[in-house]
Structure formats: structure tokens, C-alpha cells
């Protein structure tokens, strides 16, 4: 039987209380290791080794002032080469680097949520009435997105078990279009096992963070000007105490699992002052690059050294996925904004089967309308989670026409 092969047929989670929060420890647990690349192939790795003889506080401290270091140089080297959305991508390849390289990479505690809050303030600040009716008129669109998306992921996720031939939940929620942390939180409730498919969505999301800029370009252009660029800063003052807000709200938001509530509690927030009249303008280009060093740096730190060893035929057969529904996907938009009138890099990023956060990010940066991005990311979010169940019992049928049953369990 194949190396990750474990079927389990699908119906009320046999776990426990005690046995799913063990699975949810083990969950945020796997995913700190990854972010901090602090292992090896179970070993210490020398940088860690050397860290150990300074007090833990200091080097700790000095393990995260070395990552932002790292993620910022990049952003200013993918700046001088001319990259487009260098601070992020710069700081991606940087981490990324480093972490499969094995040194003891370390992030900022809350640094990805905190740049998350500032996107999701910095395209609420944008969301007009005439931006909601327009989100209002293309709802029916916005829904068929999200349920082709999740059908083209189900068609990557029947790749991925001839390809790797891994167990059929694990494939699902491997290559199902949600967001990284929903999908490893919800998967183990239904048997899944969590290293190929944070392998699967972690390649997911880094691929089409680092491909989806250079297709914006080709179709726009390397000298569009950024249209937001004309809008006035709003002042520091209000816009400080925004993301305060915003960020308390967030946490508490998130204590109770609501899906993205990092970026669209700031959104709704910054909407509403933004409506109300008492904040106008757009974030301060300062925040902007910070929340880009943040989240590219957590991103590239979840490539751990095993990628490349024990994990590299889960991340070869991850990227063909990808590049399969990325590809899918952007043709799909592509038809829909050519019928439509909609411009093509808007509606590619839109239906785009990556994280809500970057793609939002990628479009204001790039000058794109992001919250009409936010839109068909954040539908597709929760559609996922709503019939998350559903489309998997569709899924294992569809699997089981195309593999036979599976094998049943041995007897103990």
C-alpha cells in the first residue's frame, strides 16, 4: 500500500474530544515547527544548536530580528531587479531560501495576522456603495466561481492520489480551494492526515502568489500607473487607531473560528468609517510594505528542508495540481471577462485558487480593483466551508468510479 494510503470511509468523525483537540494541538503545533524551520530531519540544525547556549528570550529575539532582516533585504534586492510586488515576493524567496536551507528561521509572534489586518483595512477603506451594488449584481457570477473552483480542485485532488496515492480525504482537503489554516483545522475531524496537505496548500498558495504578478504585468503592462496612487494618505492618527480597533476585533473574532477573520473584520470596519465619512483616503504606503514583508515571510517560512527530501514527491505532484487548477481557473476568468467587459488581470486574480489575503494584496498593489477580488475570494471561502462535507462525499464517489473501492482496513 502507498506510503500515505490510509482509507477511511466517510460519516460521523470518530474522534473524540479529547482525540480532536489532540488533533488540533498536533495541527498548530506542525504548523509552528514548519514556521520556525527549527528541525531537520529530526535534528537540531546547527544554527539552533548555536542559539542554544544565549538566554531562550535573546535568542529568540535575535532568531526574529534575523528573519524580518532577511525578508526585508529581499524585498529591497526584488525592488532593485524590478519585480513586481517586490516586497512581498522578495521576502517570500528570502525566507524560502533560508528555511529550506536550514537555518533556524523565526517569525514575528502575529506578524502574518497583523498584516493581514492591514490589507483587509486598506481595501475596506475603498468599498463604496456603488462598490457593494456592483458586488450585489455579480453575486449569481461570484457563487459559480466558488462552486467551479471547488470542481476543478476535486478533479486536482483525483491527480493528486494517482500521482502520490494518498488516502481520499486526504486528497480532498489536500487540493480543495480553501484557506491553508481551514483546511488543516478541518480535515482531521474526517481522517485526514496533515503533512501532504500542508504540503499541497502551502505550494498552492506560494505558486500562485509568485506567478500571479508576472501575469498581471503581461496583460497590463509594466508602466501602468497605479490608480491609487492619485488618492490622498489618510493621516496617521486615524489610520493607527483603525487597525487597533480593527485588531482587537479580530482576535476576538478569531477565538470563535470565524473563517478569514483577520482580514475581513478589518474590512467591514474600515468600510463602515470609511462610508460614515470620519476616515478617507488610502493606507500609507509604510503599512503596506510591512504587511507584505509579514505574510511573504510566513509564507516562504513553511518550506522546511524535508521538502526537498522525504516530502519532495508530495511537493513535485503539488505543483502539477496547482498548475492544473491555476491554469483552469485563469481560463475560465479569462472567458468570463472577455463576455463580460471585465478587465482580465482583475477577474484572473479574482477567481484566482489561492489565499484571500495575498490575492486582495497582489491587486492593490498592482492597482487592480481588490475589492472586487475580496468578493469572489471570500465567497469561495465560505462556500467551501459550507459544503465542505457534501462535495466531500461527492468526491469519494467520483474517486471510487475512477479507483475501484478501496481496500478495506485490515481486521485487528
Not at 474526517?190 to 500562485?208: D, K, S
Not at 492619485?230 to 473574532?253: D, M, N, Q
Request: proline share 7%; net charge positive.
Amino acid at each position: 500500500m502507498p506510503k500515505f494510503a490510509a482509507p477511511l470511509a466517510l460519516g460521523p468523525p470518530k474522534f473524540g474530544v479529547s482525540s480532536i483537540a489532540a488533533h488540533a494541538c498536533r495541527a498548530r503545533l506542525m504548523m509552528d515547527l514548519r514556521a520556525r524551520g527549527c528541525y531537520h530531519g529530526g535534528r537540531a540544525m546547527h544554527g539552533i544548536t548555536t542559539l542554544q547556549h544565549m538566554p531562550k528570550r535573546a535568542a529568540a529575539a535575535l532568531a526574529i530580528a534575523l528573519t524580518l532582516a532577511g525578508g526585508v533585504v529581499g524585498g529591497f534586492a526584488a525592488r532593485y531587479v524590478h519585480l513586481p510586488l517586490p516586497w512581498l515576493l522578495g521576502a517570500l524567496f528570502t525566507t524560502m531560501a533560508l528555511s529550506l536551507a536550514g537555518a533556524p528561521v523565526r517569525l514575528i509572534p502575529w506578524g502574518r495576522p497583523a498584516g493581514t489586518v492591514v490589507v483587509g483595512a486598506s481595501t475596506g477603506l475603498q468599498f463604496t456603495a456603488t462598490v457593494v451594488a456592483k458586488l450585489v449584481t455579480l453575486l449569481p457570477l461570484i457563487i459559480a466561481a466558488a462552486f467551479i473552483s471547488t470542481i476543478v480542485g476535486a478533479v486536482g485532488g483525483l491527480l493528486y492520489m494517482r500521482l502520490t496515492g494518498i488516502d481520499r480525504v486526504t486528497a480532498f482537503f489536500a487540493t480543495v480551494p480553501g484557506g491553508v489554516v481551514e483546511t488543516t483545522t478541518i480535515a482531521p475531524y474526517y481522517g485526514g492526515h496533515l503533512e501532504p496537505i500542508m504540503v499541497a496548500q502551502t505550494t498552492r498558495v506560494a505558486l500562485i502568489v509568485v506567478f500571479a504578478p508576472f501575469l498581471v504585468i503581461s496583460f497590463v503592462g509594466g508602466g501602468a500607473q497605479n490608480p491609487l496612487l492619485g488618492i490622498p494618505v489618510v493621516p496617521w492618527l486615524p489610520i493607527l487607531g483603525l487597525v487597533v480597533v480593527s485588531g482587537i476585533v479580530a482576535t476576538l473574532l478569531s477565538r470563535t473560528r470565524s473563517p478569514n477573520a483577520w482580514l475581513m473584520a478589518p474590512l467591514f470596519l474600515a468600510a463602515a468609517a470609511s462610508h460614515l465619512g470620519w476616515i478617507e483616503g488610502r493606507m500609507p504606503d509604510v503599512l503596506l510594505i510591512a504587511a507584505q514583508v509579514l505574510i511573504g515571510s510566513a509564507l516562504g517560512a513553511q518550506f522546511r528542508p524535508e521538502f526537498l527530501t522525504r516530502l519532495f514527491r508530495l511537493l513535485w505532484a503539488s505543483c502539477v495540481v496547482v498548475l492544473f487548477a491555476a491554469g483552469s481557473m485563469a481560463l475560465f476568468a479569462a472567458a468570463i471577462a472577455w463576455l463580460g467587459g471585465y478587465p482580465v488581470p482583475t477577474m484572473v486574480l479574482a477567481m484566482a485558487p489561492a489565499g484571500i489575503a495575498e490575492m486582495v494584496l497582489t491587486g492593490k498593489v498592482l492597482g487592480l480593483d481588490s475589492t472586487l477580488i475580496a468578493g469572489f475570494q471570500l465567497m469561495r471561502i465560505i462556500i467551501v466551508l459550507i459544503w465542505c462535507r457534501t462535495a466531500l462525499v461527492l468526491f469519494q464517489r467520483a474517486a471510487e468510479r475512477v479507483f475501484g473501492k478501496p481496500p478495506e482496513p485490515p481486521s485487528s
